[in-house]
């Protein structure tokens, strides 16, 4: 193990980790060096895998190590939250990363991030003041503040008063747009809106989400990421230095994310679907979409990942509270425990399948090899947990005040798409 290594062990551990894990060897790190070792490669993207069951986190966390890059690992809100359907969550994650790493040998920098934090009306502001700090005290190092399904002035302001409940050394994401695929498109202009108002108030994210024309789960259509759309937005925020984060991932081939890398300031890209199927021994396509045969049921591959007589008892559950396609995801929550349960030989098998898709995207696609060194050397430079923000407030408080917010936002043109459901 390298003198490095050991030096950034020693100060690149967050306050709440190193109280919650005195005696590890895992480096747990903010998302801010993640996001840092990836522009320092210059066009690389960090995989941020969506650990919605222990196979998927082992296996990105093998990926990652024979990859040597520096990883993400998240749950969102509606996946690990209060209201979670994965048995994963926001209060025992970062104790199932830091064991696998400790277990495994992991020693590249690895950043916990808590992943759609949703508000959505005033009564979510006042329980995620309570919320938000027992997250960080159970070993997050990330949030994403994603206040996306609010009127534009309303989500500058949520993500306002919230900012105070955030660690300074903890990586932040903020989000303009909910996630619709081709509707609702984020506009310049409202990236701007909210990216200018956080800066007019000293607060300075390390990512931003947009709705670019891509979605979550299992999407069918061509549509996808709208590179050219995030190419611009991304550029009209140059001198805020904000990097991109790319959520949707599954159902947009190789090709198109690696123009993604190529042409935008993007440096994370959740993938959460894609992963849980390839554990679970489904057949997918270069898309990350699971595939399914002529009756739309999906295709199992015979002696991967689950058992046979697991996945008849899966698909008999699903079949039985009326889920379908993307909804499979609920499937999680019941079944983490009967998965466990299950052969050794079985379990690996489901890990060895996630990390040779992990490591083939982390290596082939998000060029992101050999990003972990980056990112060490970014805690050493810093000599402790905290990189300080990339930008510096260049906007005039004055004329960001609350009554003024409403006028800014009365006069941004958009179609913020259709109402409904948009979570993760």
């Known amino acids: 193990m390298s003198k490095k290594f050991d030096e950034a062990l020693k100060v690149g551990r967050p306050p709440n980790i190193v109280q919650l894990f005195p005696n590890s060897r895992a480096l747990i790190v903010s998302g801010k060096f993640i996001d840092r070792a990836m522009l320092a490669r210059g066009k690389a993207i960090a995989m941020a895998a969506n650990g919605r069951n222990s196979f998927v986190i082992r296996g990105a966390l093998r990926a990652a190590q024979n990859a040597n890059a520096a990883l993400i690992i998240e749950i969102a809100k509606s996946e690990g939250g209060a209201n979670a359907y994965c048995a994963v969550n926001y209060w025992n994650i970062a104790r199932i990363v830091d064991a696998a790493c400790n277990e495994l040998g992991i020693t590249v920098p690895v950043a916990i991030h808590a992943d759609h934090y949703g508000i959505k009306n005033d009564s979510d502001i006042a329980a995620a003041k309570i919320e938000i700090p027992t997250i960080f005290e159970a070993g997050i190092t990330s949030i994403a503040i994603d206040a996306s399904h609010m009127a534009d002035d309303k ?22 747009g909910e996630i619709k695929g081709k509707e609702g498109l984020s506009t310049v202009d409202e990236a701007l809106f909210l990216i200018q108002g956080l800066n007019a108030h000293d607060i300075f994210p390390d990512w931003i989400a947009l709705n670019n024309g891509t979605t979550h789960g299992i999407e069918a259509s061509g549509q996808g990421i709208q590179v050219d759309l995030t190419a611009r937005i991304h550029d009209a925020l140059t001198d805020y230095r904000i990097s991109g984060a790319q959520h949707g991932t599954s159902g947009n081939s190789s090709d198109r994310l690696r123009e993604i890398v190529a042409r935008t300031r993007t440096t994370k890209a959740n993938v959460a679907t894609a992963l849980q199927m390839i554990s679970w021994g489904l057949e997918v396509n270069d898309y990350g979409n699971a595939i399914l045969d002529d009756n ?14 697991m996945w008849s008892e899966m698909q008999a559950y699903a079949e039985a509270q009326g889920y379908k396609g993307g909804n499979f995801k609920k499937l999680n929550l019941p079944f983490e425990n009967k998965l466990l349960g299950q052969p050794q030989a079985t379990r690996e098998r489901m890990i060895k399948r996630v990390e040779d898709f992990a490591y083939n995207m982390i290596v ?27 930008a510096q407030r260049i906007e005039d408080p004055q004329k960001w005040t609350p009554d003024l917010i409403a006028k800014r936002a009365a006069k941004i043109d958009s179609d913020k798409g259709p109402a409904g459901d948009f979570d993760d």
């Open 364 to 390: 082939n696609v998000f060029n992101a090899e050999n990003t972990a060194s980056l990112a060490i050397e970014a805690i050493l430079d810093a000599g402790s947990c905290a990189s300080g923000p990339k």
């Open 155 to 176: 989500n500058l302001m949520a993500s306002i008063a919230l900012n105070a409940y955030v660690p300074e050394w903890a990586g932040l994401e903020t989000e303009v």
């Open 296 to 309: 739309g049921n999906f295709k199992k591959v015979k002696d991967a990942g689950v058992t046979e007589p």
